[in-house]
């Protein structure tokens, strides 16, 4: 990858780093806080986005990679889905729902377009 040497230069991670840092703060509230499991799983699904991105850069190879980019926008999807149950049970209001998912489309869009990235220049060579 040129011009990439560190997985945190890589734009996807930077972003969903802002967005497990998100999902946290919003965890923490009192009636989401007590819901362990649901709880967890946020974490978890937030936490597995960059963590993949991280493992596929490591990984050494382009196919790797993508591999793992697929893993972190099904993390992505995982966290919507935990989500709207969040909403369900009132552990958010709505309008932190919409901002947390506008910013998971956000960082779902920057993995399609790494990934993207990644293609091309495996076609190119």
């Known amino acids: 990858m040129p011009g990439i040497e ?3 230069e890589v734009e ?3 972003e ?3 967005l497990s840092q998100t999902v946290y703060r919003l965890t923490h509230t009192t009636a989401f ?3 362990e499991g649901l709880c967890g799983q946020v974490q978890r699904a937030a936490v597995s986005i960059m963590a993949n991105i991280a493992e596929g ?3 050494g190879s382009d196919r790797e990679f993508l591999r793992f980019l697929r ?3 099904r993390s992505a999807s995982e966290l919507q889905s935990h989500l709207y149950v969040a909403l369900d049970q009132c ?3 709505e309008e932190s729902f919409g901002s ?3 910013h998971i489309l956000k960082v779902k869009s920057l993995i399609g377009g790494f990934a993207r990235y990644l293609r091309m220049g495996k076609a190119g060579n």
Request: glycine share 8%; aromatic share 20%.
């Open 33 to 35: 806080a007590k819901d």
């Open 6 to 8: 560190r997985f945190e």
């Open 57 to 59: 850069f490591g990984s």
């Open 12 to 14: 996807a991670w930077r």
């Open 16 to 18: 969903a780093r802002c």
């Open 71 to 73: 893993y972190a926008l």
């Open 100 to 102: 947390v998912c506008g």
């Open 91 to 93: 552990y958010i209001a």
